[in-house]
């Protein structure tokens, strides 16, 4: 089994549905992140929690929302998707030298 | 705030010729370095990584990296490329010291032809 797990990994929505991406992992890592991928953009940050309890804006928190249920789980919403929120989402943890591991991704499509 | 400038967003090479993707960045404080790797519909792995000690840095899949403070530069290089090794790369820098957040460049695609 992956040590960071992503559901779903690929979603079609339409304009204006709320959508929520799943992340767990078994790591063992306190600290998670969401990225955006974009096609000649590289990884954008969105949000990064670096323990349950602590929650942090990224450089394109707009839009999207977070959740931090336990030490193994972050998940990332949008509650009013749109359609430049089309994109490919990664979650990924960090050991304490910020290597980063990451899910699979989860493949966004807003119609 | 530290930032990463990766020269050349498609790079294209001969089967067993050398790679060279080039990496820059800024950062105020001594940086930890990486560089990821991207194949296609597939998450991103690491190749290698600089924290401290030794400049030249080996990884996975016969690449390395050597980190040039005085060019502020974290080139990743491989003697000979294979067709598997096209993919995307990405270089990036977090801070050290303990405070840590990747920053990412926007990526190279290799592309290796027969």
């Known amino acids: 089994d992956a040590d960071v797990t992503q559901t779903p990994r690929n979603r079609i929505t339409k304009t204006g549905k709320r959508i929520m991406l799943e992340c767990s992992q078994t790591?063992?890592?306190?600290?998670m992140y969401w990225y955006r991928q974009d096609p000649g953009l590289g990884l954008r940050l969105i949000y990064y929690?670096?323990?349950?309890?602590?929650?942090n804006k990224g450089e394109i928190s707009d839009g999207y929302s977070v959740s931090r249920q336990a030490q193994a789980k972050f998940s990332l919403s949008l509650e009013s998707a749109i359609p430049n929120q089309t994109a490919l989402y990664f979650c990924a943890t960090s050991d304490l030298t910020g290597e980063l591991f990451f899910g699979e991704g989860s493949r966004l499509t807003v119609l | 705030a530290q930032s990463v400038t990766q020269l050349g967003s498609h790079v294209s090479v001969s089967e067993g010729a050398l790679v060279l993707l080039r990496c820059n960045y800024s950062s105020s404080v001594p940086p930890y370095l990486f560089w990821y790797v991207q194949y296609p519909n597939q998450g991103l792995q690491l190749l290698l990584k600089y924290t401290t000690g030794a400049t030249l840095v080996k990884g996975i899949n016969g690449f390395e990296a050597e980190f040039k403070k005085s060019e502020t530069s974290f080139h990743l290089t491989k003697p000979s490329a294979h067709m598997s090794d096209a993919a995307e790369y990405f270089c990036?820098?977090?801070?050290?010291?303990?405070?840590?957040?990747?920053?990412f460049g926007a990526g190279t695609r290799l592309a290796v032809h027969p």
């Open positions: 929690s670096f323990d349950v309890k602590d929650i």
């Open positions: 990036a820098v977090s801070l050290s010291g303990g405070y840590n957040k990747l920053i």
């Open positions: 790591k063992g890592h306190d600290r």
